[in-house]
């Protein structure tokens, strides 16, 4: 009986609600197709094999400039992503490029 529930619980859809990422390192894969606005980015992140140098497609034209020049020059970036459950491209909604060694931050100021 026990095994029949798992089996059943196994096979339900999994809930469609998007969970937060955070990723931060360098751009190392960058895609843009011509039909359509949005562009592609990949991220090379250590500390999360999972994601890390997986595709999030961006849906801002500045943003995809952006990745396309983090990705030319090297530069890391740190982003928030969205994990798509429902089996659709997750998708980055913040980027900042961070130069090498920087930790900006946000106030209160001198509490990095």
Known sequence: MKVLILLLLACMPLATAAADIHLTGPVVGFQMRSAEERCYAAIADPANPYY???YFH???KAM???AKAAFLTGISVA???KVESSGET???SHLE???AGA???WPPYGHP
């Open 58 to 60: 961006i849906e801002s």
């Open 103 to 105: 930790r900006p931050y």
């Open 52 to 54: 890390g140098n997986g």
């Open 90 to 92: 997750n998708s980055i």
């Open 97 to 99: 490029m961070v130069r």
């Open 79 to 81: 982003a928030l992503g």
């Open 64 to 66: 995809c400039s952006m």
